[in-house]
């Protein structure tokens, strides 16, 4: 893959994920959490069996049980964050699943027993001050749904950590797409069962 392209990718999807927040709030307004939650992530699996049809392909009993772990964290993570936005803002719940960097820098911490070096920290603080400056348009309040959304940045932080270790020894395209597989087979099982 050359930068640019990879650059793009990344706009993308930066792109999409700032505006799912919005696209999810209005979802609510009509649609259970898990339903909102199904949908993104079958959405998500027919997006990437039409884009990387090889990688679905290309299947072992370890990436299923490494899709069947991540599955579950991001079944939990998006619940959370669609069950935060009943009940809080979209500016809020952005900035709170934002504070995920610091999520990441601590959990590492602790995982290799290690203080996060001047530059990990100085960026963390200027991050997340800079977050707060874009997105707060009002006081922040720690309501349920507040506290719902920064779970969220907590388990995509231990997501993020486990994917990094599994993406060593797996490709990345299998692990995305079994990982879309998990989460949709979470969602629906999470449907039967709750709703």
Same mark, same amino acid.
């Given at each position: 893959?050359?930068?640019?392209?990879?650059?793009?990718? =990344?706009?993308?999807?930066?792109?999409?994920?700032?505006?799912?927040?919005?696209?999810?709030?209005?979802?609510?307004?009509?649609?259970? $959490?898990?339903?909102?939650?199904?949908?993104?992530? =079958?959405?998500?699996?027919?997006? =990437?069996?039409?884009?990387?049809?090889?990688?679905?392909?290309?299947?072992?009993?370890?990436?299923?049980?490494? &899709?069947?772990?991540?599955?579950?964290?991001?079944?939990?993570?998006?619940?959370?964050?669609?069950?935060?936005?009943?009940?809080? &803002?979209?500016?809020?719940?952005?900035?709170?699943?934002?504070?995920?960097?610091?999520?990441?820098?601590?959990?590492?911490?602790?995982? /290799?027993?290690?203080?996060?070096?001047?530059?990990?920290?100085?960026?963390?603080?200027?991050?997340?001050?800079?977050?707060?400056?874009?997105?707060? &348009?009002? $006081?922040?309040?720690?309501?349920?749904?507040?506290?719902?959304?920064?779970?969220?940045?907590?388990?995509?932080?231990?997501?993020?950590?486990?994917?990094? /270790?599994?993406?060593?020894?797996?490709?990345?395209?299998?692990?995305?797409?079994? &990982?879309?597989?998990?989460?949709?087979?979470?969602?629906?099982?999470?449907?039967?069962?709750?709703?």
């Amino acid at each position: 893959m050359t930068r640019t392209k990879a650059f793009l990718l =990344m706009l993308i999807v930066t792109a999409g994920w700032g505006a799912s927040y919005m696209w999810m709030k209005i979802a609510l307004t009509g649609v259970h $959490p898990l339903m909102v939650v199904g949908l993104c992530f =079958m959405i998500a699996f027919i997006a =990437m069996a039409i884009v990387f049809p090889k990688a679905l392909m290309k299947t072992t009993k370890r990436d299923c049980g490494i &899709s069947f772990v991540l599955g579950l964290l991001l079944f939990l993570l998006f619940t959370s964050v669609v069950v935060g936005l009943k009940t809080t &803002s979209a500016s809020t719940a952005g900035f709170l699943t934002s504070t995920t960097a610091i999520f990441v820098a601590i959990f590492d911490a602790i995982l /290799h027993r290690r203080w996060p070096g001047r530059l990990t920290v100085v960026t963390t603080v200027t991050v997340i001050v800079g977050l707060y400056l874009l997105t707060a &348009s009002g $006081p922040m309040v720690l309501n349920r749904g507040a506290l719902f959304c920064l779970g969220t940045a907590a388990l995509y932080a231990v997501y993020i950590l486990l994917s990094d /270790h599994w993406a060593k020894k797996t490709s990345g395209h299998t692990q995305g797409q079994h &990982s879309a597989t998990g989460r949709g087979w979470w969602t629906w099982d999470g449907n039967r069962l709750l709703v």
